[in-house]
C-alpha cells in the first residue's frame, strides 16, 4: 500500500529539485535576451536542465498517485512548501538574497499550508 502523503512530499520534493536542477542549468547556459530553436535546444539538453524536468515528471506522477487517495483541497496548496524550500535551498546553496519582506512571505506561507492541513 502506497502511504498518499508521503507520495504528496515526494512529489513536492521532486519539484523543488527540478527547480533547483532547472536553475543550475540556465546558469550554465547564460542570460537569454532572444528565443531560437538552437538556443531552445542548448537549454533543452543542458544536462541539468534536462534532469530538472525529468524530476518534475517523477513528481508529476507521485502526485497523481497522492491525488488518488487525497482531497485536492488539501494537496494542491502543498505545494506552497515547494516555494519555502526553493527560497532556502537558494539561499543556502546559491547565494540568492533572502530580505526581510522575503522572510514575511515565507512564514506567511507556512502559516497558510499549516491552516489548510487542518
Known amino acids: 500500500m502506497i502511504n498518499p502523503m508521503f507520495m504528496l512530499f515526494f512529489a513536492i520534493f ?4 527540478g527547480q533547483i536542477l532547472m536553475k543550475l542549468g540556465m ?9 531560437s530553436l538552437p538556443l ?3 537549454m533543452l539538453f543542458n544536462p541539468l536542465v534536462f534532469s530538472g524536468i525529468a524530476s518534475y515528471g517523477v513528481g508529476f ?9 487525497l482531497e485536492q483541497s488539501f494537496a494542491y496548496p502543498m ?3 515547494g516555494y519555502v524550500l526553493v ?5 543556502t546553496f546559491l ?3 533572502f530580505s526581510w519582506t522575503r522572510f514575511a512571505g515565507v ?12
Open 87 to 91: 527560497a532556502v535551498v537558494n539561499w
Open 40 to 42: 531552445l535546444m542548448n
Open 79 to 81: 505545494f506552497a512548501l
Open 61 to 69: 506522477i507521485a502526485y497523481l498517485f497522492a491525488l488518488s487517495k
Open 27 to 35: 546558469n550554465q547556459v547564460g542570460g537569454l535576451d532572444q528565443f
Open 14 to 17: 521532486c519539484s523543488v529539485v
Open 107 to 118: 512564514a506567511i506561507i507556512i502559516v497558510g499550508v499549516s491552516l489548510l492541513g487542518r
Open 95 to 97: 547565494g540568492e538574497p
